[in-house]
């Protein structure tokens, strides 16, 4: 059995995206920014990058599921927003499965956005400086977890 599996390039069925658009959209702020503090707390983003997010607003979007989450960056944690800003500053769009690609590093993020699978829009700079804090990240391994027997 392989340790390495791949994500295949997949798009949910509208229906997804038609519901999901409906949902409170709040869950998904709130959740990101506390997997991003946590990550900071870690020491898994760089501290001096960080400092230039400072009062920054982003927004994420899983278009084919019809969610999107949205955060700042203020007095040095991830803090979720309610409300999505009307002009982020920076707006990632992509398919679920880019994201899922991007997060076990199967795909980068400049492959992604040149075969239009990955959408950035908003501040160029702060666009360039995320994508290198991602890339910079280096994630512990994962362990295979035991087997349960009953």
């Not at 997010?53 to 944690?77: H, K, M, N, P, T």
Request: aromatic fraction near 10%; glycine fraction near 6%; hydrophobic fraction near 50%.
């Amino acid at each position: 059995m392989s340790n390495h599996f791949s994500i295949p390039r997949f798009r949910l069925p509208i229906l997804f995206s038609a519901i999901g658009s409906h949902l409170p959209q709040w869950p998904h702020s709130l959740a990101l920014a506390a997997a991003l503090n946590a990550a900071a707390k870690l020491g898994l983003l760089p501290a001096d990058s960080l400092e230039l997010l400072e009062g920054r607003c982003f927004v994420i979007e899983v278009l084919d599921a019809g969610g999107q989450a949205s955060f700042s960056y203020r007095g040095g944690i991830f803090r979720p927003l309610f409300r999505v800003p009307e002009v982020p500053d920076l707006c990632f769009r992509a398919n679920l499965s880019a994201f899922l690609q991007l997060l076990v590093r199967q795909e980068d993020p400049d492959t992604l956005f040149f075969n239009r699978e990955l959408s950035i829009i908003g501040d160029t700079e702060l666009g360039l400086l995320v994508k290198n804090m991602l890339d910079a990240v280096e994630w512990p391994p994962l362990t295979k977890a035991p087997i349960i027997r009953h």
